[in-house]
Structure formats: C-alpha cells, structure tokens
C-alpha cells in the first residue's frame, strides 16, 4: 500500500504562522505521550512496595532498573518543551524551540519505548516465565521501533526533494539549517 501524498502547504502561510502551528501541534501531541509515560512512570514506581517484588530474580531486578531509569528520561523529555515554553515565553525564540523541542521528543519517544518493552517483558516474565516475556518484549520493541521510528523515517526518505522531478520540498526539510538557527544566520526577532 502506498500511502505517499503530497506535501500539505499553505502558500497563504507566512513562517510565523507555520512555526506557531507547528510549535502548537508538537506541544500537544507530546502533551498526549506525556500522560501515557506518566501512568507507566507511576506504576513502576509502586512496584517495589508491592508484597511479591522481593521474589523477583536478578534479570528481572536489571528489567525493573531498565524500566524505571527510561520511564524517567522520557518523561523528562516529554516535559521539557513544555517547561521550555515557558520559560522562553515571548523572546522570540520560537523556531529554536521547536526544532529542539522536536529532537527531545524523539529521544522521549525512544526513551518510553525502552521503557513499554522493559515493562512488558518484566510483567510478562514474572507472570508466565522468561522465554515468554522475551517474546513479547521482542514484540513491543519491534512494534514501537517499526511504527514510531522506522515506517516515518522510510516515508521521510520516500518523500520528493526540492529539486526532483516532483518540484516539492520534503516534510520537515531544513535546507541547510543548523539545529538552532537558519541557513541566513537572521536574528531570532526577524524570523
């Protein structure tokens, strides 16, 4: 199935108007995975005050580690752009926001998924033994890696360049900017 489109622009969109969406769009949509890491962030957290958690073996002890030390960077870089908005709130930094905030989210992305995959294999393998828990972690793994990570990343590569036949710019393309800044080297107030 292809399911390739053609970039969606707004030729009526001016750059400022673009970067607020888009700066609007990411927030809200980390807001969503935030919530959800949170929950798992919670819930590991109680499990060592469970009755049942000293019995644990040590390969699920280093699984329960792994899990608690990813839930905790992703919910740290879940939360960060939104932390950053604020204390970046109208200096006119906007597009370095959310060129960071977008990275960050990307980490956090992975960070939860290490997370889910060490969670479920933990949970599973207390409950039904160690071969089946690493299934299933095998699975969660390449079921987050494949539609958070990769299936982007081939559209992004699939995707017509400025320049090609098809004339349009990919999705998110940078043409040359650096992470914080423009190809232009403009002041943050003149973008």
């Not at 400022?16 to 807001?31: N, T």
């Not at 370095?96 to 997370?115: C, F, H, P, T, Y």
């Not at 036949?165 to 943050?188: E, K, L, N, V, W």
Request: include cysteine; aromatic fraction near 8%; proline fraction near 5%.
């Amino acid at each position: 199935m292809n399911d390739m489109t053609e970039p969606l622009t707004n030729p009526e969109e001016t750059r400022k108007e673009r970067v607020d969406r888009e700066l609007g769009e990411l927030l809200q949509g980390l807001r969503v995975a935030s919530t959800g890491v949170q929950v798992l962030f919670a819930f590991l957290l109680t499990l060592p005050f469970s009755s049942g958690f000293g019995k644990i073996d040590v390969t699920a002890l280093w699984m329960f580690y792994v899990a608690v030390a990813s839930a905790a960077t992703a919910s740290i870089c879940l939360i960060a752009p939104a932390a950053q908005h604020r204390v970046l709130f109208r200096s006119q930094l906007k597009e370095v926001m959310l060129k960071r905030a977008n990275r960050i989210g990307v980490v956090g992305g992975v960070a939860l998924a290490v997370s889910m995959t060490f969670s479920t294999g933990l949970v599973v393998a207390v409950s039904a033994g160690s071969w089946p828990g690493a299934l299933i972690a095998a699975g969660v793994a390449g079921l987050s890696a494949w539609l958070w990570f990769v299936q982007p990343l081939l559209s992004l590569h699939r995707a017509p360049r400025e320049g090609t036949s098809g004339g349009h710019a990919r999705p998110g393309a940078d043409s040359g900017a650096d992470f914080d800044g423009d190809a232009t080297g403009a002041p943050p107030s003149t973008r």
